[in-house]
C-alpha cells in the first residue's frame, strides 16, 4: 500500500508562488513516475507535470517556464514549485505515483489564487 499526503497550498495573490510536497510512505526510488495534476471546479482533472525516475520532467504547456517539478529520494517527497501564479492556476493540486499500472493518489491540497 502506498499513501501520498500533500502539503502547501493555501491563498496567494496573482504573481506569488507556493511550493507544494507529497510526501509518500515508501521509497520512491523505483517509482516510475511521479506527477501532479489538478481539478478546478466543474471541470475535469489534468496534468500538471511528471516525473521519472531518471529525472526525466513533463509539463503542461500552461505552466511551463512558471512551474518546476523536483523529487527527493532521501527524503520521498516530490515537489511542485510554483512561481507567477494566475487566477486560472486555482484549482485542487492531488499527487500521483505509478507503479506499474497502478496509480495511487493523495488526498489533494487546495490552491486559490486571487487576482
Known amino acids: 500500500q502506498v499513501r501520498l499526503v500533500e502539503s502547501g497550498g493555501g491563498l496567494v495573490q496573482a504573481g506569488g508562488s507556493l511550493r507544494l510536497s507529497c510526501a509518500v510512505t515508501?521509497?520512491?526510488?523505483?517509482?516510475?513516475?511521479m506527477g501532479w495534476y489538478r481539478q478546478a471546479p466543474g471541470k475535469q482533472r489534468e496534468l500538471v507535470a511528471v516525473i521519472t525516475s531518471g529525472g526525466g520532467t513533463n509539463y503542461a504547456d500552461s505552466v511551463k517556464g512558471r512551474f518546476t517539478i523536483s523529487r527527493d529520494n532521501a527524503a520521498n517527497t516530490v515537489y511542485l514549485q510554483m512561481n507567477s501564479l494566475k487566477p486560472a492556476d486555482t484549482a485542487v493540486y492531488y499527487c500521483d505515483a505509478a507503479l506499474g499500472p497502478a496509480h495511487y493518489w493523495g488526498q489533494g491540497t487546495q490552491v486559490t489564487v486571487s487576482s
Open positions: 515508501r521509497s520512491i526510488f523505483s517509482i516510475d513516475v
